[in-house]
Nanobody
Framework: QVQLVESGGGLVQAGGSLRLSCAAS????????MGWFRQAPGKEREVVAR????????YYADSGKGRFTISRENAKNTVYLQMHSLKPEDTAVYYC????????????????WGQGTQVTVSS
């Protein structure tokens, strides 16, 4: 069992930056591939970025390439999403998720989810 708790969301002006954190419980965090997803009102949940269990490989959706960076510190059981040059269309609830045996972008395949953190970007 893994429990995930996101933090770092908030209200920011367009062009600003935020750093999201996701703290995981348990001693097996390093065994999980991690993803950041987001869901805007009326839209389907979508992947933002993901990182393999060792941190050796990352993936970014086109929406965040060049602006977002995913990283993890296994010693701290934490995964991060650094977001720069934020746009109003980045407004959404951001979730982190963990998958033991899956490293793709399909959100139903992730085993554990945090409660989400709201990111609002004003124009």
């Amino acid at each position: 069992q893994v429990q995930l708790v996101e933090s770092g969301g908030g209200l920011v002006q367009a062009g600003g930056s935020l750093r999201l954190s996701c703290a995981a419980s348990g001693r097996t965090f390093s065994s999980y591939n991690m993803g950041w997803f987001r869901q805007a009102p009326g839209k389907e949940r979508e992947v933002v970025a993901r990182i393999t269990c060792s941190g050796g490989r990352t993936y970014y959706a086109d929406s965040g390439k060049g602006r977002f960076t995913i990283s993890r510190e296994n010693a701290k059981n934490t995964v991060y999403l650094q977001m720069h040059s934020l746009k109003p269309e980045d407004t959404a609830v951001y979730y982190c998720a963990a998958a033991r045996d899956y490293s793709g972008s399909s959100y139903p395949r992730y085993d554990y989810w945090g409660q989400g953190t709201q990111v609002t970007v004003s124009s």
